[in-house]
């Protein structure tokens, strides 16, 4: 039986708990949670004590008198002690009767993962958030064996966006309206729906307010100095997650995507950054990003992806169902 209690420590000692698990992601640390508490979740952080072998950041909000709990990212540890001392530690401290757990697990899927959850009541969710797939950049290898990995088509893309552009930049003295003016055009062009398929201007400032230690943004400019392109990740450790991404319809003409997004790539590797997660995609309903981001070079993966419970049992298929019609978890 595993043992689960409230974390006590400071934001940097959670951090730094968290980034001694192999599958630590950036979306339970603790800037994540603050920036998740900006939009009126409550953050709660356990850890397994018996054997130190998990740690959860959860964020809860109470939705028609169910508490609905929400693990992004996590947890970090073995997923065998997801027993129902997890649940009974979250309903004890929420005081609640009605508890709905989601977690969305950003571990490469196993055989042994998939039923250890199953083996304590857990499901595999059935309106889901993402697809569970990625596409994981490796940046081991020098940059030149890297730039014969892309694709022909990439490659030859990069080389017109170098002739096209001047040379991206880190951006470092951003701010929250310079970025949202980017995905402004973006969105007008492309005919998206604004706080939809881009972030609100809300979410980005919240995103730069409490993750600027952890993010690295980059710049294309054109020859008067304005956005063409603007890239950036979220690092954690030795790993780094792909956060924003937007082109002006000017940038779009002169491929400045390319070079900006190999500018990212370079810089995080200069800062020991080992893995480029390009951060979901959807080879069907959005095969063009999927052909951007795979064209890289990078490697598809498949995540353990989401799963969830309930207590008492009715809770998992009701919430799960009116959940799907929710998107801002």
């Known amino acids: 039986m595993s043992k689960w209690i409230v974390w006590t420590g400071t934001d940097v000692q959670w951090d730094e708990q968290l980034l001694k698990f192999?599958?630590?992601c950036v979306y339970q640390s603790s800037s994540w949670g603050?920036?998740?508490?900006?939009?009126?979740?409550?953050?709660?952080?356990l850890v397994e004590s018996s054997q130190n072998s998990g740690c959860a950041q959860i964020l809860t909000k109470r939705v028609f008198g169910t508490t609905v709990a929400w693990v992004p990212g996590g947890p970090a540890g073995d997923f065998n002690k997801l027993d129902k001392t997890f649940n009974q530690q979250i309903?004890?401290?929420?005081?609640?009767?009605?508890?709905?757990?989601?977690?969305?697990?950003?571990?490469?899927m196993s055989q042994k993962s998939q039923?250890?959850?199953?083996?304590?009541?857990w499901a595999s969710a059935n309106n889901k958030f993402s697809t569970g797939m990625s596409l994981n950049y490796s940046l081991l290898a020098p940059q030149a064996t890297r730039r014969e990995s892309l694709s022909s088509n990439w490659g030859r893309n990069l080389r017109r966006g170098e002739t096209r552009?001047?040379?991206?930049?880190?951006?470092?003295?951003?701010?929250?309206?310079?970025?949202?003016?980017?995905?402004?055009?973006?969105?007008?062009?492309?005919?998206?729906?604004?706080?939809?398929?881009?972030?609100?201007?809300e979410t980005i400032s919240s995103l730069i307010n409490n993750c600027r230690e952890y993010l690295l943004l980059i710049r294309c400019?054109?020859?008067?100095?304005?956005?063409?392109?603007?890239?950036?990740?979220?690092?954690?450790?030795?790993?780094?997650?792909?956060?924003?991404?937007?082109?002006?319809p000017q940038g779009r003409k002169q491929y400045s995507s390319y070079p900006t997004l190999w500018k990212l790539f370079n810089s995080c590797?200069?800062?020991?950054?080992?893995?480029?997660?390009?951060?979901?995609?959807?080879?069907?309903k959005n095969k063009g990003v999927y052909d951007f981001k795979h064209g890289t070079g990078a490697t598809e993966i498949n995540y353990l992806g989401e799963w969830d419970c309930g207590t008492p049992f009715f809770v998992r298929p009701l919430v799960g169902r009116l959940i799907g019609y929710r998107r801002n978890l």
């Open 165 to 201: 552009n001047t040379d991206p930049y880190i951006w470092s003295n951003y701010t929250a309206q310079e970025i949202a003016d980017v995905y402004t055009q973006l969105s007008e062009y492309k005919d998206l729906a604004p706080d939809v398929d881009t972030p609100s201007f």
């Open 91 to 108: 309903l004890k401290l929420t005081q609640s009767r009605r508890l709905y757990i989601r977690i969305n697990s950003l571990e490469m």
């Open 34 to 45: 603050d920036h998740r508490a900006d939009f009126g979740w409550s953050v709660t952080r």
């Open 221 to 248: 400019d054109d020859e008067q100095g304005n956005p063409l392109a603007i890239r950036g990740a979220l690092r954690f450790g030795a790993k780094a997650w792909d956060i924003f991404a937007a082109v002006t």
């Open 269 to 284: 590797a200069d800062k020991k950054i080992s893995n480029y997660d390009l951060s979901g995609v959807d080879p069907v």
């Open 22 to 24: 192999p599958n630590a």
């Open 115 to 121: 039923q250890q959850l199953k083996s304590n009541n």
